[in-house]
Structures are given as C-alpha cells and as structure tokens.
C-alpha cells in the first residue's frame, strides 16, 4: 500500500516537472482574463455605486465565481489543444491546494452579508459598512495569497512569488488602514482593482512576453 502510495506521488512529481512548460503557457491567458475581469468589475461596481455590505459581498463573490468559471474553460481548451485529460492527477494536486483558502473566504464572507448586511441598526451598519469595505478585501487579498502560495508548490515558482506579494501586501495594507482622501467605498474597489485586476494583468503579460522570447529564441 505504501509502495504504491510512494510510486503514484512520484509520477505525479514527474508529470508536474514534465507540464511545467505546459501549465505556463495556460497561466498566461488565465492571468490576463482574471485581471481584466478584476479591472472592469472594479470600474463597474463603483460606477454603480455598489456600497452596501451585502451588496459588495455578493457582487464580488459572483465574479469570483465568473473568474473561477472562465479559468476553468481556459483550462480546459488548453488540455483539449494538447491532448491532456483535464482531470488529471496533477490537476486534482493544485485544486487540492488552492481550494481551501479560496472555500474560507467565501464562508466568511458569507457570515459577514448575513450577520451584518441586512441590519437595521446604525452602530452594526457603520461596523458592517466597515468590515466589508476595508478588512474582508484585505482578508481576500491575503487568504488569495495562500492558495497562489499552495498552487505554486505545483506550478512554475513565479506563482509562489506572486502568492507572497499578495499575502504580505495584504497583511501590511491591514496596519494602515484607509489613506487619508479615501473614502471607505473608493478604497475598496480600489484594493480589489488593484489586486484582482492590476496584479494579474501585469503578471500574464510578463508570462506571455517571456513565453514568446523564449520561443523566438
């Protein structure tokens, strides 16, 4: 049993080593649709003015949910391009690793527009208009960072390091609170912005120029 336990870990080692190229190139198109996805809803939610606990919350978890979606099917034409079955053992690691943070931020989120989104109390709206406008989208920022950080211990070591930046940024980003000229609801879409548009944009360009380099070379 352990033998066979052992041998399974080590070919799934290898076929990680052997699609490292692979999962790549997939990274790059799911990067620059995550952050332009991150970029327009940013733009879009505070255009609409989207900026009550409740409605933020949803708002964003629906395009998590759309994000998540799209990878997927990116995911997905890039196996069916390379002949990979899509849900293969080295699939099944990195979802593994990057579904429990991702899982806790959902659950939390949900508590807070439950607890606190549909109160009629004004001290528990300041406090909820609080939570969900300055702390949950650092604890997204931070908990994304975690599971980058898991998926990274699959995937090329440039997810590692991006996981790193989003975790510390978040965590040093908690000390200071709103900047001064802020207002609650501008910080907050501009975190997300930032994080989920800015961020992925800037790392997907990086993977597909050096992915085209390396191919002219």
């Known amino acids: 049993m352990d033998t066979n336990w052992a041998e399974e870990n080590l070919q799934t080692i290898r076929t990680l080593m052997e699609r490292s190229a692979i999962y790549r190139r997939a990274l790059a198109p799911i990067m620059i649709f995550n952050g332009t996805l991150g970029t327009i809803c940013a733009v879009v939610g505070r255009a609409l003015n989207i900026n009550s606990p409740r409605g933020f919350i949803c708002y964003w978890n629906s395009v998590a949910f759309v994000a998540l979606a799209g990878s997927f099917l990116l995911v997905r034409r890039q196996a069916l ?57 650092l604890g997204w920022v931070v908990l994304y960072g975690c599971a980058l950080h898991a998926a990274g211990f ?41 994080f989920f548009g800015a961020l992925h944009l800037a790392y997907g360009a990086y993977l597909y120029l050096t992915e085209k380099r390396k191919n002219a070379a």
Not at 119 to 127: F, P, V
């Open 154 to 194: 699959f995937m090329p070591r440039g997810v590692k390091l991006i996981g790193w930046a989003f975790v510390l940024a978040g965590i040093v980003l908690f000390e200071f609170g709103v900047p001064t000229g802020f207002s609650r609801i501008d910080y907050a879409y501009t975190i997300m912005g930032f």
């Open 81 to 137: 391009k390379d002949a990979e079955p899509i849900w293969s053992p080295p699939t099944r690691r990195v979802t593994q690793a990057f579904l429990p943070p991702l899982i806790a931020g959902f659950m939390i989120s949900v508590v807070i527009a439950l607890r606190l989104g549909s109160t009629q109390e004004i001290e528990l709206q300041d406090l909820g208009r609080t939570i969900s406008m300055l702390w949950l989208p």
